[in-house]
């Protein structure tokens, strides 16, 4: 299993007068920061959350950042890692003892210490290397270390659209190597560490367009091709725990709350991340298996209220639970989304309005009863 890591802002610049609040990236700006660690399977469907924290940055601490660096980890705030992972691992050892977990993070978690902790865990971890760091070896850096690998595999791999930039296909060339990375003298707590790199390198990006770059260290063997192209796969698996936080912020709508404390909207970011995990496991298996019962994420009752609701009539008694394509587009008509053959299935917003109606459905039919 794939414990996801990464981290938002909860943006909330029009309460200024909401208590418990802090910064971002000015001391004028009224916002929450989260850290979420989502149970992901290697074929990209969401089990659910492991942890998520929520604080606030207090404002003094603006323009702090080299002081940080001569802090131990636990004292800052990249010790959100570290208990990202132990929170996973406890539920992991409580529930499933037998599951294997990789920890998956993007470039802010390229920490020596993110490392140590996986392999004192037992676990794996596959981070997006943050800086070109040294290595043992004749090239003296991990960049060029790799650079002078062979190319192993080339792929084409979709890559999820983004702010300014549409969903697209890439060409990628691999490489991969296995690299020695010795902590300096000045961090005498820190062991040497061997670990695998995968290169993910497109030569030619189309014009305008960023070419991607990924340099991946991991505790995951890379010396077969087969090998290097899962690190791959599992990489691109981080997408899920944007697709979350996008669905909490424009589906749930959670930057839009008027709630007057901090611990009121923690308490609300909880139950809208419960709603958001709901929506990306039924889309999901709606694009992956559509014809898979969606009993799987919805109730008997949700189902059945659902049915009733778009068809204007009673159940039948013969009639089975309906697919789970089928599903998400009844829910998102409840939401507003017009279901034409050419609309494709609803977004995230037109799917949460739905979803909030058919939780009204339920609980009016439950009070009927």
Known sequence: MLAIQDTTF????????????????GKDEEA???????????????????????????????????????????????????????????????????????????????????????????????????????????????????????????????????????????????????????PPAKYPGRRPLSLGVVWVNEPVAPEGVEPLDWMLWTTLPVGTV??????????????????????????????????????RIETLVAYSSAVAVRLLQITHWARTEPTRPCTEVLSDDEWRVLWARIHNARVPESQEPPGMREAVRMIGRLGGHLGRKCDGLPGVRSLWKGWYVLQLLVEGYHIKI
Request: proline share 4%.
């Open 226 to 263: 087969d090998e290097a192209l899962v690190v791959v796969e599992f990489y691109r698996r981080r997408w899920r725990i944007e697709d979350f936080h996008r669905t909490l912020k424009e589906g749930c709508r959670v930057e839009r709350t008027q709630l007057k404390t901090a611990g």
């Open 10 to 25: 909860v943006n909330l610049p029009t309460l200024e007068a909401t208590e418990g609040l802090g910064t971002v990236n």
């Open 32 to 182: 929450l920061l989260m850290h979420s660690v989502l149970a992901v399977r290697p074929d990209g469907h969401i089990l659910g959350m492991l942890d998520n924290q929520v604080w606030a940055r207090p404002p003094e601490e603006f323009g702090k950042a080299k002081d940080r660096k001569s802090r131990p980890i636990e004292d800052k705030e990249s010790s959100k890692w570290l208990r990202g992972m132990r929170r996973a691992a406890t539920l992991r050892d409580r529930f499933s003892p037998g599951t294997r977990l990789i920890h998956v993070a993007d470039r802010e978690a390229d920490i020596h210490e993110v490392f140590q902790e996986a392999s004192d865990l037992g676990d794996d971890a596959l981070i997006r290397c943050s800086r070109d760091r040294k290595v043992e070896g004749d090239w003296g850096y991990v960049r060029a270390t790799l650079a002078a690998q062979p190319v192993v595999a080339r792929a084409r791999i979709e890559v999820p659209r983004k702010k300014g930039q549409r969903k697209r296909w890439a060409a990628i060339e691999i490489r991969s190597a296995t690299v020695t990375l010795d």
